[in-house]
């Protein structure tokens, strides 16, 4: 049985999950200030967070399928990745840029399948965008179900893919996730060649972002809930992740191809991180 609040990784926690009611877990990122989305905080912290999650529904799942009369209420269940909830400013500021750049497999083997993991979820995931997201952290709240986004009023907060502006190329997994997402080539052109800045009332109107809230981070959080309770009985039937799937098959292949040349240093990398 897990006991909550689970801060993750431990001994220095960058992530903290609560599971407040039943069929409701939530995800705070709070790595520093701006919660940068870093190797640690992925492979340490999201990845066994959701590992988590998925382990406590299913068991829940399996209860209503044993016998769904006497457990109706089994099964039902819903995720909120949420930035730090003590500050308004940063939902998260996206990738540590600089020390992801050292290792050459990071989207290979830690975001990349963190993007696959979310997409695929078998519960409904909301993103509760208290601040800025930026580029990695843009992919990640792109990657849940919905999104719920501060309208910016007690504090200005944008959502903006800026890697064009200091130069960091976009893997093929970012470009197969917006073209799920969002089919609209100026709206794709707006997003990625320009690195413009959606403000949330642009975010909401371009169908980024599912609703904006007057508010503080409390507020932003009670609107993901509210949406969470509104589907999270969607995850009875059990293919809620499933359906997902077929939708972002082409996303799902794409980024498990790796069109580097084969390079032993690579390998070599890779297999360190794991042994």
Same mark, same amino acid.
């Given at each position: 049985?897990?006991?909550?609040?689970?801060?993750?990784?431990?001994?220095?926690?960058?992530?903290? $999950?609560?599971?407040?009611?039943?069929?409701?877990?939530?995800?705070?990122?709070?790595?520093?200030?701006?919660?940068?989305?870093?190797?640690?905080?992925?492979?340490? %912290? $999201?990845?066994?967070?959701?590992?988590?999650?998925?382990?406590?529904?299913?068991?829940?799942?399996?209860?209503?399928?044993?016998?769904?009369? @006497?457990?109706?209420?089994? *099964?039902?269940?819903?995720?909120?990745?949420?930035?730090? #909830?003590?500050?308004?400013?940063?939902?998260?500021?996206?990738?540590? !840029?600089?020390?992801?750049?050292?290792?050459?497999? !990071?989207?290979?083997?830690?975001?990349?399948?963190?993007?696959?993991?979310?997409?695929?979820?078998?519960?409904?995931?909301?993103?509760? =965008?208290?601040?800025?997201?930026?580029? *990695?952290?843009?992919?990640?709240?792109?990657?849940?179900?919905?999104?719920?986004?501060?309208? *910016?009023?007690?504090?200005?907060?944008?959502?903006?893919?800026?890697?064009?502006? !200091? %130069?960091?190329?976009?893997? =093929?997994?970012?470009? /197969?996730?917006?073209? $799920?997402?969002?089919?609209?080539?100026?709206?794709?052109? @707006?997003?990625?060649?320009?690195?413009? #800045?959606?403000?949330?009332?642009?975010?909401?109107?371009?169908? =980024?972002?599912?609703?904006?809230?007057?508010?503080?981070?409390? /507020?932003?959080? /009670?609107?993901?809930?509210?949406?969470?309770?509104?589907?999270? *009985?969607?995850?009875?039937?059990?293919?809620?992740?499933?359906?997902?799937?077929?939708?972002?098959?082409?996303?799902?292949?794409?980024?498990?191809?790796?069109?580097?040349?084969?390079?032993? !240093?690579?390998?070599?990398? /890779?297999?360190?991180?794991?042994?």
């Amino acid at each position: 049985m897990t006991s909550y609040p689970l801060s993750l990784p431990a001994g220095n926690p960058l992530i903290t $999950l609560t599971h407040p009611k039943k069929t409701l877990w939530v995800i705070e990122l709070h790595n520093g200030q701006d919660s940068r989305l870093t190797h640690e905080l992925i492979n340490g %912290g $999201l990845k066994p967070a959701l590992n988590t999650v998925e382990k406590e529904w299913r068991e829940s799942l399996r209860l209503r399928i044993k016998d769904p009369k @006497k457990n109706k209420e089994e *099964g039902k269940g819903a995720l909120i990745i949420v930035g730090r #909830r003590d500050q308004d400013k940063f939902f998260s500021n996206g990738l540590d !840029f600089e020390n992801s750049q050292k290792d050459p497999n !990071f989207f290979q083997d830690t975001y990349d399948p963190l993007l696959a993991r979310i997409l695929t979820f078998p519960i409904p995931t909301i993103a509760a =965008i208290n601040g800025h997201c930026f580029a *990695g952290a843009f992919m990640l709240s792109m990657a849940c179900d919905y999104r719920v986004m501060t309208d *910016g009023s007690k504090r200005r907060a944008w959502l903006s893919m800026n890697e064009v502006h !200091f %130069g960091a190329p976009w893997p =093929i997994s970012f470009a /197969a996730l917006v073209r $799920l997402k969002f089919g609209s080539a100026p709206l794709q052109r @707006k997003m990625a060649l320009e690195g413009h #800045r959606f403000t949330p009332e642009e975010a909401l109107q371009a169908g =980024i972002v599912d609703a904006v809230v007057n508010g503080d981070t409390a /507020a932003v959080l /009670a609107r993901a809930e509210e949406l969470a309770d509104q589907w999270a *009985g969607n995850a009875q039937g059990g293919v809620w992740g499933s359906i997902k799937k077929e939708f972002a098959r082409d996303v799902l292949d794409t980024i498990q191809k790796d069109y580097r040349p084969l390079n032993p !240093f690579h390998e070599d990398a /890779a297999a360190r991180a794991k042994l």
